[in-house]
């Protein structure tokens, strides 16, 4: 542990918290440790998907700024290392529709290769779509292993453990900050967050094309061709905690991507697995500084991303640096009148003279 720099302690090992740790840590600036009661593969994060698409999480315009930041950072910072390393892959995205659509996705802004699809690109029973040519897809398993792997290599550390009252950390750093995801509800009492059921399929076959289905935001038809499978989705299903496979959202999910295209049918498929995971669903995003304990210590709120986590994780992790650095230079040291009187006693003893006055 460096002691010229200052200490953080993360709480979360999703892609959420181990984001923001790289990020801090590429500083050069903080000690950085991570608390989590559960690590990879046991997140949320690797029951994701996971491609590059904002969905379920506000506020839009900064969804749109995290998404846009995070899309370069993969570009400039993740893509370039190699699937082999990292698990990830630039896909095009196809957003497709039964019905017409006037209205653009408000993040389509802060997304230079966005734009309507052609109609030569339409499949069959489509009449309307959207697309992104630089998306990215990822194994979400390889890339959490990536992301731990990384935050290691440049000094950070992990310890598994359940963090019961928010004020533990703070014994042993003046800095910490909250990525713990649905686990915020019962972390710090936030009963905003709650959990969106997600179901996927993992199935053997790839292809180069992300599709999604964009009829109905709760019956969810997608596939997202991953490195060494495609994942076949999903659900949304809001306040539902069973994190067991349902044999009906199995068939359901089959029966909607069946209709976005022939080969996609059951006939076709090979089942490799099922995943469920649960969504820290919120209304908003929550990526703010809280100060604790009379301005003393500084807690950093960044979780509730919904469906989205890996979309915005690098625009968040960047807004939480400038965060800590807002922060920290507010941050009320202890000095004399913060000292209780008694341990001055020692000191004022040991000079010649001096009046003690009581406090
Ligand atoms: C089926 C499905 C598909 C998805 N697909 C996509 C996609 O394609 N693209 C996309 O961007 N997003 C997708 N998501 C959403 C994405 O998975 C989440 O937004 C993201 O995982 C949230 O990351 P997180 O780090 O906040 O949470 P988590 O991964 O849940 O991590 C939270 C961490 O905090 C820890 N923790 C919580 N409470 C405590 C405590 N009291 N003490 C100690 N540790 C604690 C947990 O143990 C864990 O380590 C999908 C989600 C699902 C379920
Ligand atoms: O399931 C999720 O949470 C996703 O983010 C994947 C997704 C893909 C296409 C449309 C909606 C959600």
């Known amino acids: ?51 590059w698409y904002p969905f379920l999480s506000e506020p839009l315009d900064k969804v749109g700024r995290w998404s ?20 990830t892959l630039t896909k095009k995205v196809y957003e497709l529709y039964r019905t ?42 390889q890339y959490m292993d990536w992301l731990v792997e990384s935050f290691k290599a440049l000094g950070g550390s992990i310890d598994q453990r359940e963090v019961v009252d928010i004020r533990e950390p703070f014994i042993y750093a003046d800095i910490v900050i909250n990525c713990s995801g649905l ?37 969810l038809g997608y596939v997202i061709p991953r490195v060494h499978n495609s994942v076949l989705g999903g659900t949304n299903q809001q306040h539902n905690y069973n994190l067991e496979p349902s044999k009906k959202d199995t068939e359901e999910i089959l029966d909607r991507v069946a209709k976005i295209s022939p080969q996609f049918e059951r006939k076709n498929l090979k089942i490799l697995g099922e995943k469920v995971g649960l969504r820290p669903s919120r209304y908003s995003i929550r990526l703010e500084n809280e100060f604790m304990q009379d301005g003393r210590k500084l807690l950093v709120h960044n979780y509730g991303h919904g469906g989205s986590g890996f979309t915005v994780s690098w625009g968040c992790a960047l807004d939480t640096l400038k965060l800590v650095r807002k922060g920290a230079d507010k941050l009320k040291t202890s000095n004399k009148s913060d000292v209780p009187w008694y341990s001055l006693l020692n000191k004022r003893r040991s000079s010649s003279s001096c009046s003690f006055v009581n406090d």
């Open 68 to 87: 846009q930041e995070t899309m370069d950072y993969f570009k400039k910072e993740i893509i370039p290392l190699g699937v082999e390393k990292t698990g």
């Open 183 to 219: 686990g915020a509800r019962e972390l710090i009492g936030d009963r905003l967050v709650y959990p969106s059921r997600g179901q996927i399929i993992v199935v053997d076959n790839t292809r180069d094309i992300s599709l999604m289905d964009e009829e109905d935001e709760y019956q």
């Open 1 to 51: 542990m460096n002691i010229h720099k200052k200490d953080i302690i993360i709480i979360g090992c999703g892609c959420i918290g181990l984001s923001a740790g790289v990020i801090l840590l590429k500083t050069g600036d903080y000690n950085v440790k991570i608390w989590a009661k559960d690590l990879p593969p046991n997140t949320t994060s690797n029951k994701a998907a996971a491609l």
């Open 100 to 141: 017409p659509r006037a209205q653009l996705p408000e993040w389509s802004p802060f997304v230079p290769s966005f734009r309507r699809m052609k109609k030569e690109e339409m499949l069959d029973g489509y009449i309307d779509g959207f697309t992104v040519e630089d998306g990215f897809v990822m194994d979400t398993d």
